[in-house]
């Protein structure tokens, strides 16, 4: 039976509040699963089960699935659509409210794929990137705008403290773009598939606290230069900036949002060092 028929059946009705806008396309949820490079010697952490296509075609490549639903009205749907797929679980609970360590324990070694609503995207993607510790890779759904930032070069629009974030732990890359027509109930953006393969000190860095807190201190306020918002963020004198900034190699009147992840973590260092930054793990 279609997954459209068995929403159906079930009564099922869709809630706009969870972005729950449905793939079904054999040959995309397989690309998809190619695109995360899903194999069978890791498990694949799912955010986003919905009415579990991805999730079946996921669980046919990898060792184990396990996969966060938020809405437990898809319990009924999902056992049927998920008959016999021995090695997948479902957990019907918040993603967000999840013990990440906890998880990382049970899993071992692990990919996550995700197909979720614009506005929990970038803090689902946020806790991959600062707090797990043996995610291979993520690869998520996201509508095109954000797509764009989350691949963006320094110096253009889109790029931000997300991109900066993101490019400590792997690269950003665009797989596939996928028109709304393939969604259902059809959603009002199209999206596109980003995937982001982890590289243990892809940039190195004396400290990824320093890091994260060194970026988010020069997006602080876009229309400030670098300096301005080093002094705001970490309450310096600017005389002191000025020299920090030259010993990053940084010239003056610079803007945070020309500099490229690397420049980002020699001035992250040398806040570390001189002590701008502490208590760093
Ligand atoms: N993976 C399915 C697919 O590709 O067809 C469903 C994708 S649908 C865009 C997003 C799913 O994520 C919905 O079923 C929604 O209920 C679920 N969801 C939304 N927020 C969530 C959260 N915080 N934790 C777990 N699941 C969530």
């Known amino acids: 039976m279609e997954t459209r028929e068995i929403l159906m059946k079930n009564g099922f009705a869709f809630k706009k509040q969870y972005g729950q806008n449905f793939l079904t396309d054999a040959n995309l949820l397989s690309a998809i699963v190619q695109d995360a490079g899903v194999d069978g010697s890791a498990a694949v952490l799912e955010i986003g089960a919905g009415a579990g296509a991805l999730t ?84 998520v759904m996201v509508q095109e705008e954000v797509a764009a930032r989350f691949v963006a070069k320094a110096g253009t629009a889109d790029y931000g403290a997300v991109t900066a974030a993101i490019a400590l732990k792997g690269e950003a890359r665009i797989t596939r773009k996928v028109p709304r027509t393939m969604f259902y109930p059809r ?28 970026v988010r201190a020069a997006f602080s306020s876009r229309r400030k230069t670098l300096e301005n918002n080093l002094i705001s963020a970490f309450h310096l004198p600017r005389e002191r900036a000025k020299e920090l900034l030259f010993k990053a190699g940084i010239g003056e009147g610079i803007r945070g949002e020309t500099l490229s992840p690397i420049a980002f973590a020699r001035l992250a260092d040398v806040l570390y060092e001189n002590g701008v930054i502490a208590n760093c793990s």
């Open 187 to 214: 959603p009002n953006v199209d999206s596109a598939v980003v995937h982001i393969a982890f590289e243990e000190g892809r940039i190195p860095t004396k400290s990824e606290k320093a890091y994260r807190e060194t």
């Open 56 to 139: 079946r075609a996921l669980s046919e490549r990898a060792k184990k699935v396990v996969s966060f639903e938020i809405d437990k009205s898809l319990q009924p749907v999902l056992a049927e659509t998920l008959a016999g797929c021995e090695n997948v679980e479902i957990i019907f609970r918040d993603f967000m409210k999840s013990d990440l360590p906890a998880l990382e324990e049970e899993l071992g070694s692990y990919h996550v794929v995700a197909n979720l609503p614009y506005y929990i995207t970038t803090p689902v993607l946020m806790r991959f990137v600062e707090e797990a510790k043996r995610c291979q890779s993520v690869t």
